[in-house]
């Protein structure tokens, strides 16, 4: 999978913050039908255990598409549903062990809030980054918005090395803002998951990457 996640340009997320739990994997394959390139599984607040059954099928589907099935946080359910890989934030904890328990050939992922952290993630032995919030999102209560000003530097120390996805509050209103700052991968997150055709718009922002 870590050629897959080379290409991805469109990273999408099944948050169960804005999907309910029985069409989270109808909606998951729309955003893989519209080219997502990766799919995380994002459910804060939920208990991990009861979640093994979706991931399970998350990974189904996603090993189908050949793409990247990534869980978010939860190491255990990572294991338990046999996930391609693990997102983890800033603090969830060292890669290192993550990597110890996963295998040598999970994909790792970080979030990073700043140009620092990305370089820091980077030098941890991250697979790729989060770079975000850009601007302000409900997916991140509380975090206001970095800004598009790093992205260039970030893309030229950190993104010519992994896949670095930009994230946070992108909108077709906005996309081109982002792009003419430098990014080259994003992560949309609301926009897609209350659309009414999840499929289309993901089509629509993969296409303007590429």
């Known amino acids: 999978m870590r050629a897959a996640l080379q290409k991805a340009l469109l990273y999408g997320i099944c948050d169960l913050g804005y ?28 208990d991990p255990a009861g979640l ?21 946080d939860h190491l255990a359910l990572a294991v338990a549903s046999r996930a391609h890989g693990l997102h983890l934030g800033q603090d969830d904890g060292p890669l290192d062990s993550a990597r110890k ?6 994909i790792l992922g970080r979030s990073t809030h700043s140009l620092e952290q990305a370089r820091q993630a980077l030098a941890e032995g991250a697979d790729y980054i989060g770079f975000g919030p850009l601007f302000p999102t409900p997916t ?23 896949p670095a996805f930009c994230i946070g509050g992108i909108k077709p209103e906005n996309f081109e803002q982002v792009r003419e700052a430098g990014a080259r991968r994003i992560v949309v997150v609301s926009h897609l998951l209350t659309s009414e055709n999840p499929k289309e718009e993901t089509t629509t922002l993969t296409q303007k990457l590429t």
């Open 101 to 106: 328990a996963l295998g040598p050939d999970t």
């Open 52 to 72: 093994v059954p979706l991931a399970k099928e998350l990974k189904t589907l996603c090993d189908e598409f050949e793409v990247p099935f990534i869980v978010n």
């Open 19 to 46: 999907l309910r739990k029985e069409h989270a994997l109808t909606v998951s394959r729309e955003l893989l039908l519209g080219g997502a390139g990766i799919l995380q599984l994002r459910a804060k607040g939920h």
């Open 140 to 162: 991140k209560k509380g975090r206001p918005g970095i800004g598009l000003e790093n992205i260039g530097f970030m893309e030229v120390e950190v993104g010519s090395r992994i």
